[in-house]
Every structure is written in C-alpha cells, then in structure tokens.
C-alpha cells in the first residue's frame, strides 16, 4: 500500500526537472541589449557585426558582448542609458537599411539558448517604460465612412447623367437631385452602393437623406479599433521596441505598453500623428465644381479639385532621403493607386498635380452636462504642387518638407495611416530604476512568505512539514517555469499572485496532513492513515481549487492589465500546487514510508 509504481514516479520526476530545466534562465537573468535585423530576414553577417562594435567602441559605447542569434546581431550593454546612446549612435550609421530594437536579452549561456529556452517576460511595472491610453475618435471614423459613401454616390450618378449634390450633414449624406422625376433612379443608383443603408424621403421630394443603421456604425467603430491597433503595432516596430503590449479598452480605448522606452515624447509624436496625404490635380482654370483652395507653406493659395488621384492608405511603402539637396520621401503605391496615377500623369503631362498633408488634433469644446466635450481639427496644407514633367506610376518622390517631417512622414506611411484620429487620454512614465525597486520589492514579499509558511510548517508538521516545503519551493519553480514557457509578462499585480498562491498550496497539504493525524487519533494504522488522508482530502482539495480557478479565469477573461496579470500568475500557480501538494508530497511521503509497518509518523 502507498507505493507509486517506476513509471509514475518517473514521470513526477520528469516534469519536476523539466520545470527546473525550464525556469534556469531566469537565475541567468537579463541585460539591455540593441537587436539588429536586415529587412526581408537577410541574415547579418559576422563583418556587420564586428564593425558595429568597432564604430560603439570608437564612440565610448563600447558593448560588453556582441554576438549573433537567429541571423541577427545581438550588442549587449550593462545599462539602458548607455543602450539608447548606442542606438542613436548606430542608427545614424546604418540608416534603413537595418532595423534596430530594444532588446532585454537573456544572459544565459549557449547551451541553454541553444534549447530555445528563455527567461520570462517582465511587465511595464517591472521592467520600466512607458504607459499610453489612447481614445480613439469613432465619430470621426463614422464621418469617414459617410464621406467615401457620399463619393461613391456622386461617381455613381454622375455616370448617369443625373444632375446632383451631395453633401455630408452630420450623420447624414445628402443627395439633392434637380427633379422628382430621377429621384426614384438616384434611390436605386444609391441602394446599389450599399444595400443595408437607411434610405428616406427628404421633406422636399427632391432629396434623399441616408444614413447608416446602427449595425453598421457598430461595425465601423470595430473595423476602425482594430485598424487603428494593427497600424499602432506597425508603428512600434518601426520605433524598434520589443514586447509591448497593444490592447482594446471598452468601447473607444487602446491601452499601449512599451517595455524599455524611455523618451515618451517621441512615442507619443509618432502613435498619435495621424499625418497622412492626398494627391490632387490642381484646378488651373479655378472653375471646377467642387474645388477647394488650401494654403502652401511660402503663403500662397493653391485650389485643387475635389476628386483625389491617390491616398496615403495606397501607399504600401516609403522611405525619407535627399533629392538634390532637400529633404524628399520616397513612395511606392499598390497597384490600385499606381494605375490612377500613370492614367492621370499620361493625361496631364505639363499641368500641375498637389500633395495635400494632412494633420488632425483635438480641442477642448463645451462641457456637456458635466463632461468635457472634444472635437478634432484638421489642418490641411499643400506641401507640393509641382509640374508633372513626364509619367510615372508606382515610384516617386514628394519634396517641400523639413528633415524631421520626411522622416516621420516616411515611418508613418510605411505603417500605415490610421483609420480614426486618437488621442492620448493618460500617460505614464516607468523608469528602469523603479522598475528593478518593484522587482526587488516583490522578489523580498515572496522569499519572506515562502520562508514564514517553511518556519510554520516544518516546526508543526515535523517530516511531513518538510514535504510540503519542498512541494512548495517546487510549486514556485514551476509557476516560474510555466511563465517562461508561455512568456507571459510577469507585473507586480502578478507577483501578488504569486505570493496568494504561496498561502494557497500550503492550504492542501495541511488539510491532508490534519485528515492523516485523524485517522491515527481512530485508531487507524499508519498505512491506512496516509491513504485516507489523501483520498478523503482530495475532494475538499479540488472542490476549493476549482472554484478559485473560474474565478481566476473570470478575471483573466474579463480584466484588462494589472487584472490579468493577477490572474495569469493566480490560474498557473493553482495548477501547480495541485500537482505539488497532491501528487508530489505523495511521492516524498510513498519512497520513504510506503509499504513499511509504522507504529508512528512524524506528523
């Protein structure tokens, strides 16, 4: 009785050293680092890597350790500020060629990384950075949608000859015809755009008043969230930042996390730029319909017509550089817009075409009811009207901008424009110092609970206290472990959980270990007392688990930031004390006491 057959006790032993084996990088630790990659996932050569370091070294950055890893140059430093010098420094030496990102690389040695394994993620609060929540203007977004609409509208009746004006009114686009006779053909032309819109009569019996129904502002405030976090994601790499965290927040919100960013204002000018350009044909007559003017940067007024030829969301690439000795972006369209392009320069050879910039920002606008109220402003400008010289179709350039604009211009093309303007709500900044106090802080909450729950345990339990505490220093082996092997942040919320589960583990084993000295208090003999004690408890055991786990997985499903991170830490560390307080202790307790003929047990 109370013996584990070879295999089971091989398999305890099996996980519990491939949760040693899994966890040993953490002891390693890690150190700032810069990893630099070649677009296309070209490997980096050795040549590359040796004349980076030369080029640090010859700037007094030099880096404590450089070394390939997965065809990507690794230079590793001993501190962040000497590893953002050294970024700066390399990034004005490579240009774009090369991509360059902040790194906390694993000090482990070659076996181990050789494995694959690395030591768990950190989160903001630990490892330092910077914290954005952003709000996204869904109106604007709308507004968006009601304007493609009411462009739609108007090459659709235009092909059909029928005299019009459309107009966005709010949440309303205006189809205003000559006559009643061709409204019911404008309703039909309409509908065709898109079936699901709300159509009515305007009270003139001349117009058409549509508007979108409530499913499908719905789904544009969702298309413009998640197109807003996959462009912000772009942007992110663009900046070079490794690991951060971009996430949906209620309704109209985007929590954005940067793990080891410490200049906040460069991350806020390039997240929240909703910079982004239009390509117009300029009206030389002055006579179309339509036609808007805008000012230029030297102060004139340039008016361009309605109809726009290309758009920044057709640009696919771009990149700022020099064109005779001014600052100029590069850019390559999809083929959609390169097609409008090469039709418009073969037909307006000699005639000039403009670049509209466009910029959005918020302002303040009356309290409502108690609440602030914003509103977003557009500012519109003609950076370029040149001649069109000859034609071209994918490939250009556009001039008559600053060299920090080209260059921030250049990385926001390149990611993407947004699809609504945000607006930074909260921001919050994370220095690498207290993010080491906050590890150090945590690390010192474990190590004295873990030591208090071993002090309490061994002297009341004697043998079997051992037991536990070494269940309990293997359960904290395998939640580290487990979070390795997921990469799962790790946030000081995180380590509460750890520290809750510390208590929690303990709590199975002094319920087996009281059901043990109960069945020797009846009389029971030592063999049948171990038994029931596991048997009896398990039900009482498991019964606690579970319902701590749901609520564990509520808050993981249902939280956001520190809240999951709670959770994650709560749900790994319930698992493994499972199978440390239960299955483990079981083994110790089975190799030394099962199957021998006790009068007593030290428990």
Do not use: C
């Amino acid at each position: 009785m109370n013996r584990y057959s070879w295999p089971v006790n091989a398999l305890v032993a099996a996980l519990v050293a491939s949760g040693i084996l899994l966890a040993l990088p953490n002891y390693f630790g890690t150190s700032p680092a810069l990893e630099v990659s070649l677009a296309g996932d070209d490997p980096v050569s050795t040549e590359s890597l040796e004349g980076w370091s030369q080029l640090l070294t010859d700037a007094d950055l030099a880096p404590a350790e450089a070394r390939l890893e997965n065809d990507r140059g690794l230079l590793y430093y001993a501190d962040v500020d000497s590893q953002l010098a050294a970024r700066t420094e390399l990034t004005a030496a490579v240009g774009t060629d090369y991509t360059i990102t902040y790194k906390q690389a694993s000090n482990s040695p070659g076996w181990l990384r050789n494995l694959g394994l690395e030591p768990m993620s950190l989160g903001l609060d630990l490892r330092g950075g910077v914290y954005f929540l952003l709000e996204v203007d869904l109106e604007a977004a709308e507004s968006t949608r009601l304007e493609q609409y009411a462009r739609s509208f108007e090459d659709e009746l235009r092909d059909a000859n029928i005299r019009r004006r459309v107009r966005v009114e709010g949440s309303v686009v205006r189809v205003r015809v000559q006559s009643a006779d061709t409204l019911e053909e404008a309703r039909r032309l309409v509908r065709g755009v898109d079936a699901d819109l709300e159509i009515n009569d305007g009270p003139d019996g001349t117009s058409l008043l549509v508007r979108m129904t409530p499913a499908q502002v719905e789904e544009r405030e969702n298309l413009a969230i998640e197109q807003n976090i996959v462009t912000l994601r772009n942007r992110i790499n663009a900046l070079g930042v490794s690991e951060p965290l971009v996430q949906r927040q209620g309704r109209a919100r985007i929590v954005v996390q940067l793990p080891g960013v410490q200049d906040p204002a460069e991350a806020d000018r390039i997240l929240t730029s909703t910079a982004t350009l239009e390509f117009h044909a300029v009206d030389e007559e002055g006579n179309t319909a339509g036609g808007k003017s805008y000012p230029t940067r030297d102060g004139r007024s340039v008016r361009i017509k309605r109809e726009i030829i290309a758009s920044g969301d057709q640009i696919i690439d771009a990149g700022s550089t020099f064109s005779q000795g001014q600052p100029a972006v590069t850019v390559r369209l999809d083929s959609v817009g390169g097609n409008r392009m090469l039709e418009f320069t073969q037909e307006n050879v000699g005639r000039r075409m403009a670049v509209l910039y466009i910029t959005s920002d918020r302002e303040k606008g009356p309290v409502v009811e108690g609440e602030q109220t914003y509103r977003t402003v557009r500012d519109y400008v003609i950076i370029s009207d040149a001649t069109v010289r000859g034609v071209f179709k994918n490939n250009f350039e556009i001039t008559g901008l600053t060299p920090v604009e080209a260059r921030d211009l250049a990385l926001l093309l390149r990611a993407g424009a947004l699809a609504a303007p945000i607006f930074k709500v909260e921001e919050r900044t994370i220095g690498p110092t207290l993010g080491q106090e906050n590890i150090d802080r945590g690390f010192s909450a474990v190590q004295i609970g873990f030591f208090a729950v071993i002090a309490f345990m061994i002297v009341y339990y004697r043998v079997f206290g051992v037991f536990a505490s070494l269940a309990l220093l293997t359960n904290l082996v395998m939640i580290v472990a487990l979070l390795s092997l997921l990469q799962a942040s790790l946030t000081l919320p995180g380590i509460a959980g750890i520290v809750l589960t510390v208590g929690m583990a303990v709590d199975a084993n002094v319920l087996i270990f009281e059901r043990i000295r109960e069945e020797l208090r009846d009389g029971s003999s030592v063999q049948i007392a171990i038994n029931a004690g596991y048997e009896k408890a398990f039900s009482s055991i498991a019964d606690a688990n579970i319902t701590t786990l749901i609520a564990a997985l509520m808050l993981f499903v249902f939280g956001t930031g520190p809240i999951r991170g709670f959770a994650i830490t709560l749900m790994l560390g319930i698992v493994t004390s499972m199978f440390t307080a239960i299955v483990g202790t079981r083994a110790l307790v089975n190799a030394l006491y099962g199957g021998r003929n006790l009068k007593d047990l030290p428990v």
